[in-house]
């Protein structure tokens, strides 16, 4: 599980995943600029910098990595890697400090070209909301035709992101299921206006990797995967 707040990676790893990298992690300590044991050491402001690993991984680690999140200037830390051996109570830890939303969305390919979006400054995927009682799978089909004109046929499953955002003074917390799909109709492709999406357009890879110059980390960890899928 991996959460973007303010745009910066979170990742959870389970007691499966524990061993393998701390091994790794005294094996090659250049990839995390700090290492803290959480029962040795309590998580404080000044650990928060470049990227940084916790290892036993509490729900009141969680708490206070939020707490400091939400209320420090931390501009000069990259990531954070948390290793939990209850990794279950770590995530509803997580999710309990938060107003979940769930929302789905659509890698949407035409040949070798992706349809990205330019919404309110960045390049974005199509995505949105689920209605009450409406699928993941429904919605993201839905929202790419509403949000861009372009029809579309749902393939595979690519990935779930987290990010976290502040609306009307509340902490959301939003669950976006993404899935790959094919283009079968875009003759009526236009910007949905009133979502503030500005611009429409099919990228090769070369034009999408510059476009994700200027984009979210979500976005480039949901391009990132789906890329994998597709060179498997």
């Given at each position: 599980?991996?959460?973007?707040?303010?745009?910066?990676?979170?990742?959870?790893?389970?007691?499966?995943?524990?061993?393998?990298?701390?091994?790794?992690?005294?094996?090659?300590?250049?990839?995390?600029?700090?290492?803290?044991?959480?029962?040795?050491?309590?998580?404080?402001?000044?650990?928060?910098?470049?990227?940084?690993?916790?290892?036993?991984?509490?729900?009141?680690?969680?708490?206070?990595?939020?707490?400091l999140?939400?209320?420090?200037?931390?501009?000069?830390?990259?990531?954070v890697?948390?290793?939990?051996?209850?990794?279950?109570?770590?995530?509803?830890?997580?999710k309990?400090?938060?107003k979940?939303?769930?929302?789905?969305?659509?890698?949407?390919?035409?040949?070798?070209?992706?349809?990205?979006?330019?919404?309110?400054?960045?390049?974005?995927l199509?995505?949105?909301?689920?209605?009450?009682g409406?699928?993941?799978?429904?919605?993201?089909?839905?929202?790419?035709?509403?949000?861009?004109?372009v029809?579309?046929?749902?393939?595979?499953?690519?990935?779930?992101?987290?990010?976290?955002?502040?609306l009307?003074?509340?902490?959301?917390?939003?669950?976006?299921?993404?899935?790959?799909?094919?283009?079968?109709?875009?003759?009526?492709?236009?910007?949905?206006?009133?979502?503030?999406?500005?611009?429409?357009?099919?990228m090769?890879?070369?034009?999408?990797?510059?476009?994700?110059?200027?984009?979210?980390?979500?976005?480039?960890?949901?391009?990132?995967s789906?890329?994998?899928?597709?060179?498997?």
């Open positions: 599980m991996t959460i973007f707040i303010d745009d910066r990676p979170i990742h959870l790893k389970g007691a499966k995943q524990a061993a393998k990298l701390q091994g790794e992690a005294v094996a090659n300590q250049l990839e995390y600029d700090r290492i803290i044991d959480a029962r040795l050491d309590g998580l404080k402001l000044n650990a928060l910098k470049g990227h940084l690993l916790v290892l036993n991984a509490t729900p009141g680690t969680v708490e206070k990595l939020v707490s999140l939400n209320n420090y200037n931390v501009s000069e830390l990259n990531s890697t948390l290793v939990a051996v209850e990794k279950k109570a770590v995530e509803e830890k997580f309990s400090l938060y979940v939303v769930k929302a789905a969305g659509g890698v949407v390919f035409k040949g070798d070209k992706m349809l990205l979006i330019f919404r309110r400054g960045k390049w974005d199509p995505k949105g909301k689920l209605d009450d409406e699928s993941s799978r429904v919605a993201a089909v839905r929202e790419v035709e509403e949000e861009t004109g029809k579309a046929a749902l393939e595979n499953r690519i990935c779930t992101t987290w990010h976290t955002y502040t009307n003074g509340s902490r959301i917390l939003k669950r976006t299921k993404w899935y790959q799909m094919a283009c079968l109709d875009d003759s009526g492709m236009t910007p949905q206006v009133d979502e503030d999406i500005e611009q429409i357009a099919w090769d890879a070369k034009k999408t990797a510059l476009a994700m110059t200027n984009s979210f980390s979500s976005i480039r960890f949901v391009i990132d789906v890329n994998e899928k597709v060179n498997e």
